[in-house]
């Protein structure tokens, strides 16, 4: 049995965290965007693929954790107006 890092919200759409591990990707993606975000867009004045590559990383990243999300979340992901 695999233990589950997120719960369906309440209201609306998605996941929120409720263990130590889903907290934990959701602090890894954020740095991982801040991250490229200082490394990368310094650079977008000399080189338009710059622009492209912090985008592409981006994408990656959040892909990544929506994946990560749909598989550890307790239950289905759909509308939901606050019943369980």
Do not use: D, H
């Not at 965007?33 to 200082?38: N, P, S």
């Amino acid at each position: 049995m695999s233990e589950y890092w997120f719960r369906p919200k309440t209201y609306g759409y998605g996941a929120t965290p409720i263990t130590w591990q889903g907290w934990a990707v959701i602090v890894a993606a954020v740095i991982i965007i801040a991250g490229a975000a200082l490394l990368i867009l310094p650079y977008r004045a000399q080189s338009p693929a710059a622009l492209i590559v912090f985008f592409a990383v981006e994408a990656a990243v959040l892909a990544a954790l929506w994946i990560v999300c749909r598989r550890k979340t307790e239950g289905e992901w759909r509308w939901r107006w606050g019943g369980r």
